[in-house]
T-cell receptor
């Protein structure tokens, strides 16, 4: 079992709808989580960071962390075609290394 | 200017050749990382370094070696390249501390696409 798991998709969402991306992790000691967005052929870029239970909102993005259930999610409201990308979930493990999930490919359909 | 640069950006080589991928950063970060990315497998850590005298193996270090020449430079070598090392390679950097837990945010270079024939 991978330490950070994501559904690889592809996930297809109509434009204007809410896209919901999920991630589970196995290391209960993980404290902080990151969501990176990666366009095809490009490098990952950070879009959200969360370390407290609950929700964190930034514009159209909301990250949710539930440490008891060991899952992290990312919601994208009012999805736009420019949101089409692969989304990588990552958690901090041990000596402050990031462990990445396999990524979820998201497609927003106009 | 880019904060994290990688050279070369693309490389095609033959089985058995030794190659080096280079990473430089102007962010002043102490920590540097090398990852490889394969379709459907996400990013996997090859090696990481928390300062110039510190080198650590990641999850897939076999067949690779690294050198931290300076705070700003971290090189990845494939001593004898094989076809299953064909992948997209990323260098990343992060700061070591601060007043916020966000210090583990990693900043990625543009990537090197390596093909081993």
């Amino acid at each position: 079992q991978k330490e950070v798991e994501q559904n690889s998709g592809p996930l297809s969402v109509p434009e204007g709808a809410i896209a919901s991306l999920n991630c589970t992790y196995s290391d209960r000691g993980s404290q902080s989580f990151f969501w990176y967005r990666q366009y095809s052929g490009k490098s990952p870029e950070l879009i959200m960071f969360i370390y407290s239970n609950g929700d964190k909102e930034d514009g159209r993005f909301t990250a949710q962390l539930n440490k008891a259930s060991q899952y992290v999610s990312l919601l994208i409201r009012d999805s736009q075609p420019s949101d089409s990308a692969t989304y990588l979930c990552a958690g901090i493990q041990g000596a402050q290394k990031l462990v990445f999930g396999q990524g979820t490919r998201l497609t927003i359909n106009p | 200017d880019a904060d994290v640069t990688q050279t070369p950006r693309n490389r095609i080589t033959k089985t058995g050749k030794r190659i080096m991928l280079e990473c430089s950063q102007t962010k002043g970060h102490d920590r540097m990382y090398w990852y490889r990315q394969d379709p459907g497998l996400g990013l996997r850590l090859i090696y990481y370094s928390f300062d110039v005298k510190d080198i650590n193996k990641g999850e897939i270090s076999d067949g690779y070696s690294v050198s931290r020449q300076a705070q700003a430079k971290f090189s990845l070598s494939l001593e004898s390249a094989i076809p299953n090392q064909t992948a997209l390679y990323f260098c990343a950097t992060s700061d070591m501390g601060g007043g916020t837990r966000r210090y583990n945010e990693q900043f990625f270079g543009p990537g090197t696409r390596l093909t081993v024939l």
